[in-house]
């Protein structure tokens, strides 16, 4: 039994996508650290079997699933349980406003994680930020919240983790330049013939990391590495000309960061997302792991390249919509969710998704300063003009 001040210092953590690769290497890292953390919310869109087992698990204070469909079954398989059951996208927003709650962990994929994390921000949690895309689509929105409710924003993706922890310790001193590495995906050496032809088990099958399936296309795509050139504008302040990406196939250096001084600061690791998600939570203190460590007798090479942004057009469109700013990163993102989808569906083919997407950037209509209400409708404007330009990009 765990005694009363044990419970109060026991971080509680709300994970928004708890069924998916982030979330369940979430779930290890507070399995691991039960004198430290507790999985207080658990949530998930469709995958209700594999919540019903993290629930009965981890024992948490609420689960919500997304799809409504699925509500009868997660309540009627909890029925023996003290666990408050909620559907539904509205849920969602209002459970990690629950006071007790510490951290909320952004561990959902795509647009849908803007919402709930605004909701949470106004709440005053802190937000471990694994989903991109909400920075992406409304990077200035959430920076203006986070500041305005005193909310710190710590990021779980591997490069802005890496650079995150590579400012510790530097305040004042500022940035010359954000390195991003990137492993270049599967596709690293294909030419553009075989990029054209290139099938969605190839695009799925990551040399380094196992990840969700939309992220991973985005990988082999490298619209992946364009969001994090996006991501780390909004994280940590920084100019787009600041920010460089590096090809490093290893990935073992996980990200840069190049002060004033021309000194560059690395951090480097296995690959292995449970690090910077454990880090998310333990900020500022680092906790004892027996993760995997890097054995330097079979590192022997660390190797670098530029990026090819001729053959992975997507990385040159999302430094464009970063330029441009504006609704731009959010057109962006919303096209290539919609191509992304289509691609699992083998409905468009690989180097097509880049075409689609550039010309829905040149066909929705700018606005310069968008307002929340206009990246909602530049968002389902975007979904519906990008799924009419598919058709014709079929294998
Ligand atoms: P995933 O597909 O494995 O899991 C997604 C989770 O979100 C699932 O639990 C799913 O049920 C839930 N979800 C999906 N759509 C939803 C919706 N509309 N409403 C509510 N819940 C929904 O994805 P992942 O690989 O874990 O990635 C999650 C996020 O983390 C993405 O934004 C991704 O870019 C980012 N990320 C992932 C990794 C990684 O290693 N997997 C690394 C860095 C960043
Ligand atoms: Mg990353």
């Known amino acids: 039994m765990k005694t009363t001040s044990e419970k109060d210092t026991i971080k509680k953590i709300a994970i928004l996508g708890s069924t998916g690769s982030i979330g369940t290497q979430a779930l290890q890292v507070i399995k691991n650290n039960p004198d430290k953390y507790e999985a207080y919310v658990l949530t998930a869109n469709n995958r209700v079997e594999e919540l019903i087992e993290q629930a009965r698990k981890f024992q948490p204070e609420v689960v919500v699933i997304a799809n409504e469909d699925k509500y009868a079954r997660l309540r009627d398989a909890l029925a023996d349980l003290p666990i408050k059951v909620y559907a539904g996208p509205r849920a969602l927003c209002d459970v990690v406003a629950e006071t007790p709650i510490d951290i909320v962990l952004t561990a959902m994929v795509g647009y849908a994680g803007l919402q709930p994390t605004m909701s949470a921000i106004r709440a005053g949690k802190t937000i471990a930020l694994a989903n991109k895309e909400t920075l992406v689509v409304a990077g200035e929105i959430i920076n203006d919240l986070a500041e305005h409710y005193h909310v710190p924003i710590i990021p779980v993706d591997s490069e802005h983790s890496a650079i995150f922890q590579c400012l510790t310790g530097e305040i004042g001193n500022d940035i010359e330049k954000l390195i991003l590495t990137a492993s270049g995906g599967p596709f690293r050496n294909y030419s553009p013939e075989q ?67 021309g000194a560059i600061k690395a951090q480097l690791g296995m690959p292995d997302m449970r690090l ?54 959010c057109i962006v993102n919303a096209a290539n969710e919609v191509v992304v989808a289509a691609f699992l569906k083998d409905t468009i083919s690989f180097t097509g998704m880049s075409e689609v997407i550039e010309k829905v950037m040149n066909k929705m209509p700018y606005i310069h300063k968008p307002s929340y209400e206009d990246y909602v409708l530049t968002d389902q404007e975007t979904r519906i003009v990008t799924q009419e330009l598919i058709s014709p990009y079929k294998f």
């Open 276 to 329: 910077p998600i454990q880090y998310a939570f333990s900020y500022p203190d680092r906790i004892k792991t027996d993760f995997p460590r890097i054995d330097w007798a079979k590192c022997s090479q660390l190797t670098f390249e530029q990026p090819d942004t001729k053959r992975f057009r997507n990385l040159q469109l999302a430094y464009e919509a970063l330029h441009q700013a504006g609704n731009m990163p």
């Open 195 to 261: 990029l054209a032809t290139a099938t969605k088990s190839q695009a799925l099958k990551h040399p380094n990391w196992q990840m969700g399936a939309k992220i991973t296309i985005d990988s082999a795509s490298m619209m992946n590495k364009g969001f994090e050139v996006i991501e780390a504008k909004w994280l940590f302040g920084v100019r787009p000309e600041q920010i460089e990406v590096v090809v490093h196939p290893q990935s073992i250096i996980h990200s840069m960061v190049q002060f004033e001084d």
